[in-house]
Nanobody
Framework: QAQVRESGGGLVQPGGSLRLSCTVS????????MGWFRQTPGKEREGVAC????????YYTDSVKGRFAISRDNANNTLYLQMNSLKPEDTATYYC??????????????????????????WGQGTPVTVSS
C-alpha cells in the first residue's frame, strides 16, 4: 500500500524560507512524476512545482518561479520543495502528488502540474504553510 507523507510546513514571516519534504513508500518512486500542489479554502487545488521521473525536468507555476525549487532524491524516495522569499499569498495547505505518465520526461512535469487533480494517483495528507507577520 502506497504512503505519501509531507512534512516541513509551519508559520513563517514574509520574506522567509521553508523546506517541505515528502517521503514515499510502497511504490516505485523512480517511476513517478512528482509534484507539489497547494490549496486554500474555496479554491481549486493548484499545481505549484513538478519534476519528472528521470532527468529532473521541472515545471513551475508563474507565481513561484525564481522563488521555489523542487528536487527529488530517488535513492531515498523523497521529494523536496525549497520555498524562499515567501509571500502571504503563498499561504495554503501544500500537498505532495505522484502520477505515472507515459510521456517524454520533458513534458511530464507540466502534464502533472497543469492537469486535473483527479488524474493524480497518490496524494499526501497535506502540510499547512502560513506566511504572516
Amino acid at each position: 500500500q502506497a504512503q505519501v507523507r509531507e512534512s516541513g510546513g509551519g508559520l513563517v514571516q514574509p520574506g522567509g524560507s521553508l523546506r517541505l519534504s515528502c517521503t514515499v513508500s510502497g511504490l516505485t518512486f523512480v517511476g513517478y512524476t512528482m509534484g507539489w500542489f497547494r490549496q486554500t479554502p474555496g479554491k481549486e487545488r493548484e499545481g505549484v512545482a513538478c519534476i519528472s521521473y528521470i532527468d529532473a525536468f521541472t515545471y513551475y507555476t508563474d507565481s513561484v518561479k525564481g522563488r521555489f525549487a523542487i528536487s527529488r532524491d530517488n535513492a531515498n524516495n523523497t521529494l523536496y520543495l525549497q520555498m524562499n522569499s515567501l509571500k502571504p499569498e503563498d499561504t495554503a495547505t501544500y500537498y505532495c502528488a505522484a502520477k505515472t505518465t507515459p510521456l517524454n520526461p520533458k513534458d511530464a512535469p507540466q502534464n502533472l502540474c497543469g492537469g486535473a487533480p483527479a488524474a493524480v494517483k497518490y496524494w499526501g495528507q497535506g502540510t499547512p504553510v502560513t506566511v504572516s507577520s
